[in-house]
């Protein structure tokens, strides 16, 4: 079985917190699970308000061709008008190993 991690970080832009964040993205999160390869996700923040965002894929692929396409298939969603784009920091790996509590 192989998964991969995708990793972004961001900064708000002025005026959003990750309350606001995380209500705008209902569009994003059905958008997501549409997608092949998509398994789950998680929102945090940093100490410093910036936004951790992962997913788990199927496969790095699946998340390249997702992230490829998402711009484009969901540009009219409220989240991208709150990131600011200048600090987006994007990364995606296979996992070489999991470890799963209980398992």
Known sequence: MTEAIEITTFKLVAGHDAADFVAA???????????????????????????VHMLIWDSAE????????????????????????????????EVRRAVVHGQ
């Open 25 to 51: 993205n209902a569009d994003i999160g059905a958008w997501l699970d549409r997608q092949p390869g998509f398994r789950s996700r998680r929102i945090a923040e940093m100490d410093d308000g910036s936004i």
């Open 62 to 93: 699946e998340g390249e061709d997702a992230a490829a396409r998402i711009i484009g298939e969901t540009g009219q969603s409220p989240v991208h008008a709150m990131i600011d784009h200048r600090t987006v920091s994007w990364r995606i790996a």
